[in-house]
């Protein structure tokens, strides 16, 4: 499926035209209500004028990736996808990539065109310094999805907070995956032992963190974006706002490791 530049101007306004033409034909695993509430941050943080580049370690097919790819365009910063490309090689991925999501289309319409990198490595291979050179910048959002392995993750998450610009956020998948244990034991220790990064929101499978300074406020658009879905068609959200709304605060708000963090279940 190609999209041509006219269709890009409309999805780069319509985040659910998004979801559903473009991010849904894209092959991965992501939960649909977790890509619509990271678009939610993104979007917040692009309106808020918080600036920084994007990362994700572990782009697979770039499920995940294209809703960085998106927001990278619509302020003209560098989005990079750190990949070993073990999976899917490198020219495969950047064939499928152009079929599914047509960044050249997206770059003739975008304010000051595409600046999306692809580097293949393993992130164990990348210092802070190496990668914040290739960014040009702190990061606003980084993803982590590469390896499930504790150590990797471990490594990951502190390079992460490392790069990461102050009001940064970052999706750490499949946390409490019962077949990824390690990337729970990682997170769980490395909120324990750090004390600058923190959760505040846990969305199906994902779990968001940032500097401690603005998880109240990320908490909070979260919380107002889930409830101004009203009338839409999203059930997650219809439990949410009825557990809101009769006051039933423990379905929607976890004390979690000493922190409040938001969740909405799978």
Not at 151 to 174: K, Q, T
Request: hydrophobic letters at 40%; charged letters at 25%.
């Amino acid at each position: 499926m190609n999209i041509n530049a006219d269709r890009w101007s409309i999805l780069l306004r319509s985040d659910r035209e998004f979801l559903s033409d473009v991010v849904a034909n894209i092959t991965g695993w992501l939960d649909p209500y977790a890509a619509l509430r990271t678009i939610d941050l993104l979007n917040h943080q692009e309106n808020q004028d918080i600036k920084g580049s994007l990362l994700e370690i572990g782009i697979f097919k770039g499920k995940y990736f294209s809703l960085l790819v998106r927001s990278a365009a619509r302020t003209s910063e560098c989005v990079v996808g750190l990949d070993t490309f073990d999976y899917v090689d490198k020219n495969t991925f950047q064939e499928q990539f152009a079929q599914r999501f047509s960044p050249d289309s997206l770059a003739a319409v975008a304010p000051s065109g595409l600046n999306l990198k692809l580097v293949e490595s393993a992130s164990s291979s990348m210092s802070a310094t190496s990668l914040r050179q290739i960014l040009a910048s702190e990061a606003r959002f980084i993803s982590i999805d590469g390896s499930h392995e504790y150590d990797d993750v471990m490594l990951d998450l502190r390079l992460a907070d490392d790069i990461l610009g102050p009001g940064g956020i970052i999706a750490a998948d499949d946390y409490l995956n019962p077949i990824s244990l390690g990337v729970t034991a990682a997170i769980d220790r490395f909120i324990d032992t750090n004390h600058t990064i923190v959760p505040f929101a846990y969305v199906s499978n994902k779990l968001f963190l940032c500097r401690s300074a603005w998880a109240d406020r990320y908490r909070s658009v979260l919380h107002d974006a889930i409830l101004a879905d009203n009338g839409t068609e999203e059930p997650k959200s219809a439990a949410y706002q009825n557990n809101f709304n009769a006051g039933a605060w423990r379905n929607i708000e976890a004390r979690y490791r000493g922190f409040r963090i938001l969740t909405v279940r799978l």
